[in-house]
C-alpha cells in the first residue's frame, strides 16, 4: 500500500498541466492548411491601406513578429494608423457582457482587405448613377400650373349659360 501511494505520486509527477500561455490552445488556429504552408507573397507587402479601411485581421503564422492575440483572429475592424510595417486597427472586444473598441497595432502580413462594404459600395454607386439618369431624364414642373396659350376651335354650337332673374308669379303659381 505504501508502495503504490509512492508510485502514484511519482506517476503524478510526470502530468501535464494547463497552459496558460500567450500562444495557449492556438495548435490548429495558428497552423497553415496543406499547400498554404511558407512565407507569405509580395503582394501581401505592397496592398496598400488608408485610415478608414476595413480589414481582417487573420494572423499568419509563419511570421510572429507582432503577431495578434487569438482573440482578435478573424475579426472584422477599422485603420485608423498606417505606419511602413504595421496598421494601427479598431478592433471590437467583448469582455464580461460589455464591447470595447480596442486599438491595436498589427504587422501588414497578418491583415487583409476586407470585403464586407464591396456590395455596399456597388449599390451605392448603382443609385448614384440611377439618380443622374433621373434627373437628366425628367424635369419637375410644380403641380396646378396654368396651361399653356392656345386657340380653342368649336366644335358644336355654343350654350350661352346665364343665371334666371327670379321671378316670383313663375315660382308660385296662384
Same mark, same amino acid.
Given at each position: 500500500?505504501?508502495?503504490?501511494?509512492?508510485?502514484?505520486?511519482?506517476?503524478?509527477?510526470?502530468?501535464?498541466?494547463?497552459?496558460?500561455?500567450?500562444?495557449?490552445?492556438?495548435?490548429?488556429?495558428?497552423?497553415?492548411?496543406?499547400?498554404?504552408?511558407?512565407?507569405?507573397?509580395?503582394?501581401?507587402?505592397?496592398?496598400?491601406?488608408?485610415?478608414?479601411?476595413?480589414?481582417?485581421?487573420?494572423?499568419?503564422?509563419?511570421?510572429?513578429?507582432?503577431?495578434?492575440?487569438?482573440?482578435?483572429?478573424?475579426?472584422?475592424?477599422?485603420?485608423?494608423?498606417?505606419?511602413?510595417?504595421?496598421?494601427?486597427?479598431?478592433?471590437?472586444?467583448?469582455?464580461?457582457?460589455?464591447?470595447?473598441?480596442?486599438?491595436?497595432?498589427?504587422?501588414? $502580413?497578418?491583415?487583409?482587405?476586407? &470585403?464586407?462594404?464591396?456590395?455596399?459600395?456597388? @449599390?451605392? %454607386?448603382?443609385?448614384?448613377?440611377? =439618380? +443622374? $439618369?433621373?434627373?437628366?431624364?425628367? &424635369?419637375?414642373?410644380?403641380?396646378?400650373?396654368? @396651361?399653356? %396659350?392656345?386657340?380653342?376651335?368649336? =366644335? +358644336?354650337?355654343?350654350?350661352?349659360?346665364?343665371?334666371?332673374?327670379?321671378?316670383?308669379?313663375?315660382?308660385?303659381?296662384?
Amino acid at each position: 500500500s505504501k508502495a503504490t501511494v509512492s508510485v502514484l505520486y511519482w506517476l503524478q509527477s510526470f502530468k501535464m498541466v494547463h497552459s496558460y500561455g500567450y500562444r495557449a490552445g492556438t495548435r490548429n488556429l495558428f497552423s497553415k492548411t496543406f499547400g498554404t504552408k511558407g512565407m507569405p507573397n509580395q503582394t501581401r507587402y505592397l496592398t496598400q491601406y488608408k485610415a478608414g479601411d476595413y480589414v481582417n485581421i487573420c494572423a499568419d503564422p509563419a511570421i510572429q513578429k507582432s503577431l495578434p492575440h487569438k482573440v482578435y483572429q478573424g475579426k472584422t475592424g477599422i485603420v485608423w494608423n498606417v505606419t511602413p510595417r504595421a496598421l494601427g486597427v479598431i478592433v471590437n472586444k467583448k469582455h464580461n457582457g460589455k464591447v470595447f473598441r480596442k486599438r491595436i497595432n498589427v504587422r501588414v $502580413e497578418h491583415v487583409r482587405k476586407s &470585403k464586407c462594404q464591396d456590395d455596399l459600395k456597388a @449599390r451605392i %454607386a448603382t443609385n448614384a448613377g440611377l =439618380q +443622374k $439618369e433621373k434627373k437628366q431624364r425628367m &424635369k419637375r414642373v410644380p403641380a396646378n400650373q396654368p @396651361r399653356s %396659350a392656345c386657340i380653342i376651335k368649336k =366644335q +358644336k354650337t355654343i350654350v350661352d349659360l346665364r343665371p334666371e332673374f327670379f321671378d316670383p308669379l313663375k315660382a308660385y303659381k296662384v
